[in-house]
């Protein structure tokens, strides 16, 4: 038996499958962790060590930890969803509506938005998650509430009152000041320039100036290179081009009824423009993507900059607020890594990337076989946690998870439509040999 507070972080795992998405998938497997680091996986039996713990999963199936590529964790109190009928215009009105009520800054709030993040790492573990990539709106203590995950936070920038590149709004100054606390608590970090409607073009110029300035940092302390991604809401409403050419359209009545339409008109780019700028970041994620292909010049960008830019798409929010689901076959065409997110709970009912993966594979919009990737591989790739997460690999953090499906699969094809299953049960969630949720025995 194994227990959360183990130090002694070495045993072989048996199980009926396993997926190291590396190569293909082995039946009847081995997996040995030593000190929590995977030291080698193959067919039953491993060559030898007697005096390693020999743990039998019997039918499982194991598969590395999950990633969640995009989250908005602050949102994990909810009960239900935002209303999402009206749009994502609409939806957004209720979303700011709903946090002016809440959070006038005090103690208070700040511990009431610190419970719902626990509170969403606690639940994204129990769904097989190890790693989140998560929009940070306020300074929290990512570190102390990380639940053991992998977290990259996103500290989220925006902005459309006057101001320029050397006289940023004072609260986009102190958010990327934010950015470098969470670093200093040794946190990955990211930044996230909201969306194009919400946010000007010199505020994501100076993120991109901000990202490498928290690269240098983190270099400086540690002496290791590292990414620092950036993350934008991008061509997820129909009505968003409208706005960006003409300023009209339903966002336009959205920041009015809001009240926070400025004076003078707001600098704002183009799709196209902001595809550029992420991917000059070295790793931009483009979260949703809905309404790209629709551009021709934006996806244009998008296959030219695809080795450095990953497609995060939120298969059941997307749903709830445009009534499609995400174009995966341009996307898949466009070369782009694609990977999932499952947004908040504002406007999804829980945090299951599992259920988002199903979503797309039982739209016949995916087969199981790559949604796998998408939330293990690429996810991890998009967070820049390539080389700690993401895969089974000798050498690497042992994080993965255990799913015991309802009957015990007997080809590849069916495991790999378990792993998607609803009847299919997460047992535990490792990272780095340590059981981080679920049932350790
Ligand atoms: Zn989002």
Redesign the pocket.
């Given at each position: 038996m194994l227990n959360s507070g183990q130090q002694h972080r070495s045993f072989i795992m048996r199980s009926k499958w396993l997926f190291p998405v590396t190569c293909r998938p082995l039946q009847n497997a081995w997996l040995r962790v030593e000190r929590g680091v995977i030291t080698g996986f193959g067919v039953w039996p491993p060559r030898t060590d007697k005096s390693i713990n020999v743990i039998d999963q019997g039918n499982a199936i194991i598969a590395p930890g999950f990633v969640n590529a995009?989250t908005?964790l602050e949102f994990s109190s909810c009960q239900k969803p935002f209303d999402t009928k009206g749009g994502l215009h609409e939806w957004i009105h209720e979303v700011v509506s709903w946090k002016r009520k809440q959070s006038r800054p005090s103690t208070a709030a700040h511990e009431k938005i610190t419970a719902a993040i626990a509170s969403g790492t606690h639940e994204s573990a129990t769904c097989g998650v190890v790693a989140l990539g998560e929009?940070a709106t306020s300074d929290i203590a990512y570190n102390k509430i990380a639940g053991r995950l992998r977290l990259r936070v996103f500290q989220e920038v925006l902005g459309l009152e006057r101001s320029s590149i050397n006289s940023l709004p004072p609260r986009v100054v102190s958010s990327f000041r934010d950015s470098q606390k969470t670093s200093r608590r040794g946190v990955a970090v990211g930044l996230s320039p909201h969306a194009p409607y919400s946010t000007q073009w010199h505020i994501g110029r100076a993120a991109v100036a901000a990202a490498q300035n928290n690269r240098v940092l983190w270099q400086k302390s540690r002496s290791t290179s590292c990414v620092i991604p950036l993350a934008m809401?991008l061509a997820e409403s129909m009505f968003e081009e409208e706005f960006l050419h003409n300023q009209t359209g339903p966002f336009r009545k959205l920041f009015n009824d809001l009240g926070i339409w400025p004076e003078h008109a707001p600098k704002l780019a183009t799709t196209a423009d902001w595809v550029s700028l992420l991917a000059k970041s070295g790793r931009g994620l483009i979260?949703h993507g809905t309404h790209l292909v629709d551009n021709q010049q934006a996806m244009a960008r998008l296959n030219r900059h695809r080795h450095t830019l990953a497609l995060v798409v939120?298969p059941r929010t997307t749903q709830a607020l445009s009534g499609n689901l995400p174009p995966l076959t341009e996307f898949k065409k466009s070369g782009v890594r694609v990977c999932l997110g499952t947004?908040?709970r504002g406007s999804n009912p829980d945090l299951s990337i599992r259920a988002e993966a199903a979503c797309l594979i039982d739209a016949g919009l995916v087969t199981p076989q790559e949604a796998l990737p998408m939330i293990t591989s690429n996810g991890a790739w998009a967070l820049g946690f390539e080389h700690r997460t993401g895969s089974i690999a000798t050498g690497r953090p042992a994080d993965f998870v255990i799913l015991k499906p309802s009957m015990p699969p007997k080809t590849s094809d069916r495991a790999a439509a378990a792993i998607f299953d609803a009847t299919t049960e997460v047992v535990s969630t490792f990272r780095g040999g340590r059981p981080i949720a679920g049932d350790f025995t």
């Amino acid at each position: 038996m194994l227990n959360s507070g183990q130090q002694h972080r070495s045993f072989i795992m048996r199980s009926k499958w396993l997926f190291p998405v590396t190569c293909r998938p082995l039946q009847n497997a081995w997996l040995r962790v030593e000190r929590g680091v995977i030291t080698g996986f193959g067919v039953w039996p491993p060559r030898t060590d007697k005096s390693i713990n020999v743990i039998d999963q019997g039918n499982a199936i194991i598969a590395p930890g999950f990633v969640n590529a995009h989250t908005h964790l602050e949102f994990s109190s909810c009960q239900k969803p935002f209303d999402t009928k009206g749009g994502l215009h609409e939806w957004i009105h209720e979303v700011v509506s709903w946090k002016r009520k809440q959070s006038r800054p005090s103690t208070a709030a700040h511990e009431k938005i610190t419970a719902a993040i626990a509170s969403g790492t606690h639940e994204s573990a129990t769904c097989g998650v190890v790693a989140l990539g998560e929009i940070a709106t306020s300074d929290i203590a990512y570190n102390k509430i990380a639940g053991r995950l992998r977290l990259r936070v996103f500290q989220e920038v925006l902005g459309l009152e006057r101001s320029s590149i050397n006289s940023l709004p004072p609260r986009v100054v102190s958010s990327f000041r934010d950015s470098q606390k969470t670093s200093r608590r040794g946190v990955a970090v990211g930044l996230s320039p909201h969306a194009p409607y919400s946010t000007q073009w010199h505020i994501g110029r100076a993120a991109v100036a901000a990202a490498q300035n928290n690269r240098v940092l983190w270099q400086k302390s540690r002496s290791t290179s590292c990414v620092i991604p950036l993350a934008m809401h991008l061509a997820e409403s129909m009505f968003e081009e409208e706005f960006l050419h003409n300023q009209t359209g339903p966002f336009r009545k959205l920041f009015n009824d809001l009240g926070i339409w400025p004076e003078h008109a707001p600098k704002l780019a183009t799709t196209a423009d902001w595809v550029s700028l992420l991917a000059k970041s070295g790793r931009g994620l483009i979260i949703h993507g809905t309404h790209l292909v629709d551009n021709q010049q934006a996806m244009a960008r998008l296959n030219r900059h695809r080795h450095t830019l990953a497609l995060v798409v939120c298969p059941r929010t997307t749903q709830a607020l445009s009534g499609n689901l995400p174009p995966l076959t341009e996307f898949k065409k466009s070369g782009v890594r694609v990977c999932l997110g499952t947004d908040g709970r504002g406007s999804n009912p829980d945090l299951s990337i599992r259920a988002e993966a199903a979503c797309l594979i039982d739209a016949g919009l995916v087969t199981p076989q790559e949604a796998l990737p998408m939330i293990t591989s690429n996810g991890a790739w998009a967070l820049g946690f390539e080389h700690r997460t993401g895969s089974i690999a000798t050498g690497r953090p042992a994080d993965f998870v255990i799913l015991k499906p309802s009957m015990p699969p007997k080809t590849s094809d069916r495991a790999a439509a378990a792993i998607f299953d609803a009847t299919t049960e997460v047992v535990s969630t490792f990272r780095g040999g340590r059981p981080i949720a679920g049932d350790f025995t």
